[in-house]
């Protein structure tokens, strides 16, 4: 049977924002992290493609009835968490300190680590999404349902590019301000929401309101931020 060009691209659209907005959110908090081009374009290649496959993967595992998501689903919690706990180490220790404009290799390869365990931690629903998609897609031609796949995925590129470069006009407006705190502050509490997002959801199977996770995320930095300050004050004067 033929399938109608809006009917398509209306529910290609909808799955693309519903899966979509917590990159949107990550990429617009994490902007000023995201200025070398490798770094943008990892993040962008990278949440664009996992947002094509892991619909396909989870439709597929849905089609051929293989229960694999539950034995895999603990450990990618793990990761998630263990690579957004080292990029908030790595960002929270740098802070208030000027940092040179040309990052190091070494620099550029953590980057790199952290921004692979951000793409695993907001693309990871998208495997979800994929039993939900063999119930949306019932009566549409093969071709189609594959071909939404890669709509959703190039919607997401599109998604993500607009939240980039909304961020990068954002971090140069409130930049060296009192309002600079505040987006520092906001980007690593979402940042931190979704490393605790992946722990209890996927390896502890907890089912908690976002605002609750949000709440702990916003404390959790908070107090890393305050100890470190006052780590830095200790340190500084000992040295005088």
């Known amino acids: 049977m033929s399938l109608p060009l809006f009917d398509f691209f209306l529910a290609s659209g909808l799955m693309a924002v519903g899966i979509g907005t917590d990159v949107a959110l990550a990429t617009l908090s994490r902007a000023s992290r995201l200025t070398g081009f490798r770094v943008a374009l990892f993040w962008i290649f990278g949440v664009s493609l996992t947002h094509t496959l892991f619909p396909m993967a989870g439709y597929l595992l849905t089609f051929f009835s293989i229960q694999l998501h539950p034995a895999i689903t603990p450990t990618v919690g793990v990761i998630a968490f263990a690579l957004i706990a080292l990029y908030l180490k790595e960002e929270l220790g740098e802070y208030g300190i000027e940092a040179s404009k040309e990052l190091s290799a070494s620099n550029n390869h953590q980057q790199l680590m952290v921004t692979m365990g951000l793409i695993l931690a907001v693309s990871w629903d998208a495997l979800w999404s994929g039993p939900a998609k063999s119930a949306q897609v019932i009566g549409w031609p093969e071709v189609w349902v594959w071909a939404s796949f890669v709509v959703v995925g190039c919607l997401i590129s599109v998604l993500a590019l607009c939240a980039l470069r909304l961020g990068y006009r954002v971090s140069g407006a409130w930049q060296n301000s009192v309002l600079g705190f505040v987006a520092v502050l906001l980007q690593h509490t979402v940042i931190a929401y979704f490393g605790m997002l992946a722990l209890t959801t996927y390896t502890l199977g907890l089912d908690l309101p976002w605002w609750l996770l949000m709440q702990?995320?916003?404390?959790?930095?908070?107090?890393?931020?305050?100890?470190?300050?006052?780590?830095?004050?200790?340190?500084?004067?000992?040295?005088?």
């Open 216 to 240: 702990v995320s916003l404390s959790l930095v908070v107090m890393t931020m305050i100890g470190l300050s006052h780590y830095r004050k200790r340190q500084q004067l000992g040295v005088h």
